[in-house]
């Protein structure tokens, strides 16, 4: 991994254009980095691959800088998204940057009728999403969508796409977690039966969904049932298991 720095940026990119740095990444290259002209960036915006640049006039405010050759093609993003419960805030942020981290195409919070944290800044979400695909190298930056009770998410969702619903709770009433009887296939065997396609993994709120949510949910022709295992799992720890055994069995792990 190279140790120059790597910006996501708006601006098309070609090379031998000059673009304009303002705002947060230009306090952070000449202030925080404090780097000047015939330092070297590099750069990315998800469209144009990356690049290689050459700060031309690092200012107060806004850093110019001068491109060179495409460093890397634009690489296709595994097309599956992450649905979950918003959690504490630290604990929504990790699982937004652990999201990036492994791959996602899309992250969509949902409320539920048992979400704790319903109050969702998409902005700043958006922010560390930037910073984590900068951080890992990844060539473009999963947008974050508004947060949408999760009846409206179902209400209009695309038919051709697989909802993998993690699911930790059986069917025994009045057991713990609703005793064995009912649990579903493990998302690792669930995985291998599927096929190749649209995909999106959906990961409820500490306490789990509701009945009426559960019922829901395994009633939809879309809906894959699927668990995580013999634990309870932590809500983002849940997250970062789903994705990681998608990403091996579905994604782009496998041509790694």
Do not use: C
Request: proline share 6%; no cysteine; hydrophobic share 45%.
């Amino acid at each position: 991994m190279s140790a120059t720095p790597r910006l996501h940026v708006a601006p098309d990119l070609a090379a031998g254009a000059t673009i304009s740095i303002d705002g947060d990444q230009a306090h952070y290259l000449s202030r925080v980095m404090r780097l000047g002209a015939g330092d070297a960036v590099r750069v990315f915006n998800g469209r144009d691959g990356e690049f290689a640049a050459e700060i031309v006039e690092a200012g107060k405010s806004v850093v110019r800088i001068a491109l060179g050759g495409r460093t890397r093609e634009q690489a296709t993003t595994p097309d599956v998204w992450l649905l979950f419960a918003p959690l504490k805030k630290d604990r929504t942020d990790f699982v937004v940057e652990k999201a990036v981290e492994l791959g996602v195409a899309e992250i969509r919070p949902v409320l539920t009728e048992r979400t704790n944290a319903e109050n969702v800044r998409v902005d700043r979400l958006g922010r560390l999403a930037v910073e984590a695909a900068e951080q890992t190298e990844r060539l473009d930056v999963p947008p974050v969508r508004e947060a949408q009770r999760l009846s409206a998410v179902l209400g209009e969702w695309p038919q051709e796409r697989v909802l993998i619903f993690a699911d930790e709770a059986g069917d025994e009433t009045g057991r713990p977690w609703g005793g064995e009887v009912g649990r579903a296939k493990p998302l690792a065997d669930a995985l291998i039966e599927m096929a190749d396609g649209p995909a999106a993994i959906l990961i409820g709120p500490e306490g789990g969904f509701s009945p009426a949510e559960r019922s829901r949910l395994r009633a939809l022709p879309f809906v894959r049932t699927v668990g995580l295992g013999p634990r309870i799992l932590r809500a983002e720890t849940a997250a970062v298991a789903a994705l990681a055994l998608w990403q091996a069995a579905r994604g782009d792990w496998r041509s790694v």
